[in-house]
């Protein structure tokens, strides 16, 4: 029925211990040779390969940064989008956050930046088995200046008011950016022009000549919501958020309870 699957990471495909499950594992390996398994989600590329070599699906596509970056694997590593926060965002960011003691990681391609080894950096290790690269910010924009290079994401984690005056001060520049929280002190900073939706449609054209009617897509949180409206079937996990589920097909289990691999066995198994 479906040529290809989408699905969200955190919050939708791992168990409790952040992993892949047993059951997911195998139903998607069991299914992998004949559908294409693409993973989307607001990580950077060698956070979700990780998952990807578990699941024995490495030359599978990669929608990164919530779709901010675009990767075939197919034939070696092409990068069939990419769209970064401006140069001259990333520098006010990074001299605010420096002055104001808020931690901002900085990510670019498959590079991420933390400011310090701090409890945020080492947190963010632990979920993703990425190592970061120890950079201040205004370290890491003196070396971006000539060039001017940006960010496809940037993550700021720290006290919640200070994340307030972050978001304050952004909006009253009207800065075209997503300002995404996922609680009270994490703030995710991406260009506003992406989304899931847009790049799975961008890569369905590009490399897997479908169209998004075909495709079975899984997700938890509002970042999701677009994709799951597009596809032919839009599955929500049972923790997503009400939002989620109230435009979503379908309904499954928890993530944590293998809702994806749940829903997989019901139309592949």
């Known amino acids: 029925m479906f040529k290809a699957i989408c699905t969200d990471i955190d919050g939708t495909l791992l168990n409790p211990q952040r992993e892949l499950s047993k059951r997911t594992i195998d139903i998607i390996k069991s299914i992998k040779d004949d559908t294409s398994i693409i993973l989307a989600s607001s990580r950077m590329p060698s956070a979700m390969r990780h998952l990807q070599e578990t699941l024995d699906i490495t030359d599978q596509p990669l929608i990164c940064y919530n779709g901010g970056y675009i990767i075939s694997q197919k034939d070696g590593i092409q990068v069939l989008d990419s769209v970064k926060i401006p140069f001259s965002t990333c520098e006010f960011i990074a001299q605010w956050s420096h002055h104001s003691k808020l931690h901002a990681g900085f990510y670019l391609e498959d590079d991420w930046f933390a400011p310090s080894e701090d409890q945020w950096t080492k947190r963010e290790v632990n979920n993703t088995k990425v190592q970061a690269s120890i950079f201040s910010g205004l370290e890491l924009i003196e070396s971006w200046k000539s060039q001017e290079l940006g960010a496809h994401k940037i993550m700021c984690m720290g006290e919640?008011?200070?994340?307030?005056?972050?978001?304050?001060?952004?909006?009253?520049?009207?800065?075209?950016?997503?300002?995404?929280?996922?609680?009270?002190?994490?703030?995710?900073?991406?260009?506003?022009?992406?989304?899931?939706?847009?790049?799975?449609?961008?890569?369905?054209?590009?490399?897997?000549?479908i169209n998004m009617k075909e495709v079975i897509a899984f997700g938890d949180n509002f970042n999701d919501i677009e994709m799951l409206k597009a596809v032919g079937c839009g599955v929500a996990v049972g923790n997503a958020k009400e939002e989620v589920?109230?435009?979503?097909?379908?309904?499954?289990?928890?993530?944590?309870?293998?809702?994806?691999?749940?829903?997989?066995?019901?139309?592949?198994?």
């Open 245 to 269: 589920k109230q435009i979503a097909n379908e309904i499954t289990l928890p993530g944590k309870e293998d809702g994806v691999a749940a829903t997989l066995e019901k139309y592949f198994g």
């Open 160 to 209: 919640p008011q200070l994340i307030d005056s972050l978001i304050a001060e952004l909006k009253s520049m009207n800065s075209p950016l997503h300002l995404y929280r996922s609680k009270d002190t994490y703030l995710e900073i991406a260009p506003l022009e992406i989304s899931k939706a847009s790049a799975l449609k961008h890569l369905l054209q590009a490399e897997l000549k």
